[in-house]
């Protein structure tokens, strides 16, 4: 029909386009532009035209996957703490063996008793360790065994370092409130040593093992569970030094000692 009224093709196109397909509107749309506004009023519409019809564009594509998770690690084994960087392995294992945490509470003699492991079967009568103190070094007193259950704590959460600083503090606080010929200076004797072990000080902590020794023998004799516990002590000390002749004579001295001791005496 428009091309019979003598519209090209491509303005009957866009005037249906303009028009919304009805041929009546798109008759008045073309008689409506002038000859010399048609072809302008043409190109308008197709271009709208084209715009509409065009397909929309594509959806973006969708994100990448993440990356693959790492593998959690795997839960901590309870017991003694996996050492940290630093720390003596061998030394650690030989503590895990021969003692591991114990619950805070007052040590069986030495820092073997502290760390738990089994006790050494007490003596027929043993020497009991007197830690009364004057009033005026009460609070140092107390201080002390405060000191020692934050060194538990320490040790237990695998905090070696730290445990090792508050075991020196203990130690000069025990030294200037005891003295340095009792008991209870041995007990932190073996703590920093057990600690300086930790580290593969061996050195100084077989020092301070043999110290603390030689004040519980001359105190509480050869057969006294603190005696005994510190001897153990050196064991599991030659054990992480790999010198396995002195750990296997010093474990037989202490099965020695025991058997001595739980039959009434007080060892050789």
């Not at 002038?34 to 197709?46: C, F, G, H, I, M």
Request: aromatic letters at 6%; glycine letters at 10%.
């Amino acid at each position: 029909m428009l091309s019979s009224m003598g519209f090209s093709e491509e303005q009957a196109v866009a005037a249906l386009a303009a028009a919304g397909g009805s041929l009546e509107a798109a008759a008045d749309w073309l008689m409506s532009h002038s000859d010399s506004s048609l072809d302008a009023a043409v190109a308008a519409a197709l271009r709208d035209f084209a715009a509409r019809s065009a397909p929309p564009p594509p959806p973006p594509p969708p994100p990448p996957p993440p990356p693959p998770r790492a593998n959690p690690p795997p839960p901590p084994v309870r017991g003694l703490p996996s050492p940290a960087p630093g720390v003596n392995a061998a030394a650690v294992e030989s503590l895990r063996r021969f003692g591991g945490p114990a619950p805070a509470r007052k040590p069986a003699g030495g820092l073997f008793g502290l760390f738990g492991g089994a006790a050494a079967p007490a003596a027929k009568g043993p020497v009991q360790v007197d830690t009364s103190l004057p009033r005026h070094l009460e609070a140092q007193g107390a201080e002390v065994h405060q000191l020692g259950a934050r060194v538990r704590e320490l040790f237990a959460g695998g905090q070696f370092g730290d445990a090792l600083g508050v075991a020196e503090r203990r130690l000069d606080l025990c030294r200037r409130t005891y003295g340095s010929e009792h008991a209870m200076y041995a007990t932190c004797l073996n703590d920093v040593a057990t600690f300086e072990q930790v580290f593969a000080r061996y050195d100084r902590a077989e020092a301070l093992f043999e110290e603390a020794s030689k004040i519980q023998k001359k105190l509480l004799g050869q057969g006294h569970p603190h005696t005994i516990a510190t001897l153990q002590n050196l064991a599991a000390l030659y054990t992480a030094k790999g010198d396995a002749p002195k750990a296997e004579a010093m474990q037989l001295l202490v099965q020695a000692l025991q058997l001595s001791s739980s039959g009434g005496g007080d060892g050789p």
